[in-house]
């Protein structure tokens, strides 16, 4: 008996305040590498060290001395962490930044891009640091299989932010920081032997011809993104439907279809009679198998040493714990690289594993209810854990997720099964397809729908929102950390969210009447979109060749669905804008210099109107529109503003506030607000409130 109780104590251990010290330990240290991320200075590791020599003389405090000890010594050990890493290895590799230098790698993965070009993964050693660099070669470079060994005199370039997408922050969280994009092939030397990772992609490879073959495009898109996560074949308008309704993750290869491989093969096994150790080694060799597969993500390595975790508690006589697990792979994932930390898919994992995991269980337990509401109301938990990620990273969330959740996953969950299937059989079972397919066709069908429902999305872009959003989501983690009731914590998230649908609200009549001028781009052309009090225009001031994906982010970003007029500089780019804003109602269209072009042609769904004289006048219900060849003039009558965008390289100009796109300027422009130059490259928001006070604030 007194055996029984002391393995029943064990296996019930780290349920009291003292056995969360690991959990302390892990959280504290991950908010010390959050701060360091914002910007927080080594000697702030003091003060963290300093609280911990005070615990020791503070008498109340003792009785919870060890948890509060390990927290101090977490948020010190986070800073310090960050820091270190930043000094002795990033710097290092940054340094390289613009240099040439000859150097040897393994390539590790390859992908084809347009024409015969194609991108190598090099995994090599630069400064003493292990790093992989994706090295994009020209067509005169013959093909390399994974495996192969390539000299190369490289010229390194430092990944820099992107306003269109999270390169840098993403490329960063897999340990990357700098890229090759010029290089001279010195040797190369073929991988004759066996590799492994190789041969899963041969046959990832050969499993999507299939696919591919034997379904619609879009349909073999959707069930290829969900079996391997490349969504590189599907189109804007499905990735933005998915995401809009809160079911993009179905395309991620998350944890959830980690678990639900990792479920079919625990399930078999067990069918198997295998003994918990054989269940425990074939799952691990399944989550390895399936990491080499996939496009490996950080939610799949959460994912997989979570699963790993839970298995290899019942082995050593101890429960699973599901946020013991969660920190530990949080650990595990920040160790070795810690710009983790400013990864979206790894706070959208963590995140979401913390409301299936932790938060859901704990509101639903003890509701008496038929199992669909009560999983709706899981579904809600876990929405409201991942909405705080969802709008301070990426400025959108979902306001339909946990209905769409409950009713479309299930149908996507039905096509993977059977995809996976097809995977297992080596496509002798490929006749499954075509139904596997017509659930892909439901799935986008019913998630396009629903995405253009009103208000099936929110997107938050005003920074007291956000602030607002990050108060809430400490002040809800307070309470479930004190085990406050699950009725006390509901109410708190309905408070908030009535307080926060009150800031959005006061901060749209704020900004009404607030004048915005964002100049986006690349470094050889330049878009402007303009706004103030609901009237929107955007106009294209340069004349290269280009696909406007900086102007579709930031209309995506700030939420904006309609424009009043679009001026383009040249009808080349019509088609290209007629893609990117197909999502956005467009009142005019004006093309200011007139080539050959159909009388019945349409842009974007409007007969185009072409410039006499390259100029163009126009008046919306708050600002004027001058534009002249390049130069384009925007005037708020009421308030006697004038606001001038223009090339670097032209003349001098007056008015109240001046922008420079494409570079550096000598001109001595006379600017009562604010004179303002864009780099090449940069993007810029300008914006002019009701008193006359500008703020200039980068993009990206």
Not at 5 to 19: P, Q, T, W
Not at 24 to 38: E, Q
Not at 416 to 422: K, R, S, V
């Given at each position: 008996?007194?055996?029984?109780?002391?393995?029943?104590?064990?296996?019930?251990?780290?349920?009291?305040?003292?056995?969360?010290?690991?959990?302390?330990?892990?959280?504290?240290?991950?908010?010390?590498?959050?701060?360091?991320?914002?910007?927080?200075?080594?000697?702030?590791?003091?003060?963290?060290?300093?609280?911990?020599?005070?615990l020791f003389a503070v008498k109340p405090l003792r009785?919870?001395?060890?948890?509060?000890?390990?927290?101090?010594?977490?948020?010190?050990?986070?800073?310090?962490?960050?820091?270190?890493?930043?000094?002795?290895?990033?710097?290092?590799?940054?340094?390289?930044?613009?240099?040439?230098?000859?150097?040897?790698?393994?390539?590790?993965?390859?992908?084809?891009?347009?024409?015969?070009?194609?991108?190598?993964?090099?995994?090599?050693?630069?400064?003493?640091?292990?790093?992989?660099?994706?090295?994009?070669?020209?067509?005169?470079?013959?093909?390399?299989?994974?495996?192969?060994?390539?000299?190369?005199?490289?010229?390194?370039?430092?990944?820099?932010?992107?306003?269109?997408?999270?390169?840098?922050?993403?490329?960063?969280?897999?340990?990357?920081?700098?890229?090759?994009?010029?290089?001279?092939?010195?040797?190369?030397?073929?991988?004759?032997?066996?590799?492994?990772?190789?041969?899963?992609?041969?046959?990832?490879?050969?499993?999507?011809?299939?696919?591919?073959?034997?379904?619609?495009?879009?349909?073999?898109?959707?069930?290829?993104?969900?079996?391997?996560?490349?969504?590189?074949?599907?189109?804007?308008?499905?990735?933005?439907?998915?995401?809009?309704?809160?079911?993009?993750?179905?395309?991620?290869?998350?944890?959830?279809?980690?678990?639900?491989?990792?479920?079919?093969?625990?399930?078999?096994?067990?069918?198997?009679?295998?003994?918990?150790?054989?269940?425990?080694?074939?799952?691990?060799?399944?989550?390895?198998?399936?990491?080499?597969?996939?496009?490996?993500?950080?939610?799949?390595?959460?994912?997989?040493?979570?699963?790993?975790?839970?298995?290899?508690?019942?082995?050593?006589?101890?429960?699973?714990?599901?946020?013991?697990?969660?920190?530990?792979?949080?650990?595990?994932?920040?160790?070795?690289?810690?710009?983790?930390?400013?990864?979206?898919?790894?706070?959208?994992?963590?995140?979401g594993t913390f409301g299936i995991a932790v938060a859901?269980?704990?509101?639903?337990?003890?509701?008496?209810?038929p199992k669909l509401l009560r999983n709706l109301a899981?579904?809600?938990?876990?929405?409201?854990?991942?909405?705080?990620?969802?709008?301070?990273?990426?400025?959108?969330?979902?306001?339909?997720?946990?209905?769409?959740?409950?009713?479309?996953?299930?149908?996507?969950?039905?096509?993977?099964?059977?995809?996976?299937?097809?995977?297992?059989?080596?496509?002798?079972?490929?006749?499954?397809?075509?139904?596997?397919?017509?659930?892909?066709?439901?799935?986008?069908?019913?998630?396009?729908?629903?995405?253009?429902?009103?208000?099936?999305?929110?997107?938050?872009?005003?920074?007291?929102?956000?602030?607002?959003?990050?108060?809430?989501?400490?002040?809800?983690?307070?309470?479930?950390?004190?085990?406050?009731?699950?009725?006390?914590?509901?109410?708190?998230?309905?408070?908030?969210?009535?307080?926060?649908?009150?800031?959005?609200?006061?901060?749209?009549?704020?900004?009404?009447?607030?004048?915005?001028?964002?100049?986006?781009?690349?470094?050889?052309?330049?878009?402007?979109?303009?706004?103030?009090?609901?009237?929107?225009?955007?106009?294209?001031?340069?004349?290269?060749?280009?696909?406007?994906?900086?102007?579709?982010?930031?209309?995506?970003?700030?939420?904006?669905?309609?424009?009043?007029?679009?001026?383009?500089?040249?009808?080349?780019?019509?088609?290209?804008?007629?893609?990117?804003?197909?999502?956005?109602?467009?009142?005019?269209?004006?093309?200011?210099?007139?080539?050959?072009?159909?009388?019945?042609?349409?842009?974007?769904?409007?007969?185009?109107?072409?410039?006499?004289?390259?100029?163009?006048?126009?008046?919306?219900?708050?600002?004027?529109?001058?534009?002249?060849?390049?130069?384009?003039?925007?005037?708020?009558?009421?308030?006697?503003?004038?606001?001038?965008?223009?090339?670097?390289?032209?003349?001098?100009?007056?008015?109240?506030?001046?922008?420079?796109?494409?570079?550096?300027?000598?001109?001595?422009?006379?600017?009562?607000?604010?004179?303002?130059?864009?780099?090449?490259?940069?993007?810029?928001?300008?914006?002019?409130?009701?008193?006359?006070?500008?703020?200039?604030?980068?993009?990206?």
């Open positions: 008996m007194a055996a029984q109780e002391d393995v029943n104590g064990n296996r019930r251990a780290g349920s009291g305040l003292r056995g969360r010290c690991a959990e302390c330990l892990i959280l504290a240290w991950t908010v010390g590498l959050l701060s360091a991320f914002f910007g927080a200075p080594a000697f702030v590791s003091l003060i963290p060290a300093g609280a911990a020599v005070l009785k919870h001395r060890l948890p509060l000890l390990l927290i101090c010594l977490g948020l010190a050990g986070g800073v310090l962490h960050w820091h270190c890493y930043d000094r002795f290895v990033k710097q290092p590799l940054c340094a390289l930044d613009g240099m040439t230098e000859i150097c040897t790698g393994t390539v590790t993965e390859r992908e084809q891009l347009a024409g015969e070009r194609a991108k190598y993964t090099l995994r090599m050693k630069l400064r003493g640091h292990r790093t992989e660099i994706e090295w994009y070669a020209g067509s005169d470079v013959p093909p390399l299989r994974i495996g192969d060994r390539v000299t190369l005199s490289a010229a390194f370039t430092r990944i820099r932010a992107d306003y269109r997408f999270h390169t840098q922050s993403y490329q960063a969280g897999l340990g990357r920081y700098l890229r090759i994009y010029d290089a001279d092939v010195l040797e190369t030397r073929a991988d004759k032997g066996f590799s492994l990772r190789r041969t899963l992609r041969d046959y990832r490879a050969y499993i999507t011809e299939i696919l591919r073959t034997r379904l619609p495009a879009e349909d073999a898109a959707l069930l290829e993104s969900m079996l391997f996560g490349d969504t590189s074949f599907l189109s804007d308008e499905a990735r933005s439907a998915l995401y809009h309704t809160g079911i993009g993750h179905i395309t991620a290869v998350s944890g959830l279809h980690l678990i639900f491989f990792g479920a079919m093969i625990m399930r078999l096994l067990k069918r198997l009679r295998c003994s918990a150790r054989q269940i425990f080694a074939g799952t691990a060799l399944t989550v390895l198998l399936f990491a080499l597969t996939v496009d490996a993500s950080v939610s799949v390595q959460r994912a997989g040493l979570m699963l790993l975790l839970s298995l290899g508690a019942g082995l050593v006589g101890r429960y699973g714990d599901a946020l013991r697990s969660l920190c530990l792979a949080m650990c595990a994932c920040l160790i070795c690289t810690p710009y983790v930390i400013g990864s979206v898919s790894f706070w959208l994992s963590v995140s859901a269980p704990y509101m639903t337990d003890g509701i008496k209810a899981e579904l809600c938990t876990v929405a409201v854990s991942v909405f705080p990620a969802s709008v301070l990273l990426c400025g959108e969330t979902s306001l339909l997720s946990p209905l769409c959740n409950l009713l479309i996953v299930p149908l996507a969950m039905c096509a993977l099964y059977l995809g996976l299937i097809t995977v297992l059989t080596g496509g002798l079972t490929a006749f499954l397809l075509p139904l596997a397919g017509l659930l892909c066709r439901a799935v986008l069908t019913v998630a396009e729908f629903a995405a253009k429902l009103p208000f099936s999305h929110l997107t938050v872009s005003a920074a007291s929102v956000r602030v607002t959003v990050a108060a809430g989501a400490v002040l809800l983690l307070l309470m479930l950390a004190l085990k406050a009731s699950p009725r006390k914590t509901a109410a708190a998230v309905i408070c908030m969210a009535v307080l926060l649908s009150g800031a959005a609200a006061a901060e749209r009549i704020r900004t009404y009447r607030e004048l915005r001028i964002a100049v986006v781009g690349g470094e050889k052309h330049a878009e402007v979109l303009i706004s103030c009090g609901g009237h929107t225009a955007a106009a294209d001031l340069s004349d290269s060749v280009h696909d406007p994906q900086y102007l579709r982010r930031y209309l995506s970003d700030t939420g904006l669905t309609h424009l009043e007029a679009l001026v383009l500089h040249s009808p080349r780019n019509a088609a290209a804008h007629q893609a990117q804003l197909s999502a956005v109602t467009v009142g005019s269209v004006y093309v200011q210099s007139g080539t050959a072009w159909r009388g019945d042609a349409e842009i974007c769904g409007r007969a185009a109107e072409f410039l006499e004289g390259d100029t163009l006048r126009m008046e919306t219900g708050t600002f004027r529109i001058l534009l002249e060849d390049n130069v384009l003039t925007v005037t708020l009558p009421e308030r006697g503003i004038t606001a001038v965008i223009l090339p670097a390289d032209a003349p001098a100009q007056e008015a109240d506030a001046v922008i420079r796109w494409g570079g550096a300027s000598d001109a001595d422009d006379k600017a009562a607000i604010r004179c303002i130059t864009a780099e090449e490259g940069g993007s810029i928001l300008l914006r002019i409130t009701a008193d006359g006070r500008a703020e200039l604030s980068p993009l990206g």
